[in-house]
């Protein structure tokens, strides 16, 4: 998902619930599919870029040689 933020706006609060159940094993964020720590979390507005990532993440292709 994409969202357009009001500049002043300073973090994203979510919470997320499958079929009423809070399961954040389900939840998958970034790049790297992390799980937040709770069905309930806060995202910043405006993250900095991540530089980019090598070797990390289920969609990383392998370098070949």
């Avoid at 799980?35 to 995202?43: E, K, M, Y």
């Avoid at 090598?54 to 292709?61: F, L, P």
């Amino acid at each position: 998902m994409n969202f357009a933020l009001n500049e002043a706006a300073t973090e994203l609060k979510f919470t997320l619930a499958f079929d009423g159940d809070a399961a954040p094993k389900h939840i998958r964020i970034g790049r790297d599919s992390d799980h937040p720590p709770g069905a309930v979390f806060t995202l910043p507005a405006h993250p900095a870029d991540p530089p980019p990532a090598e070797g990390k993440g289920k969609k990383c292709k392998k370098a070949k040689n």
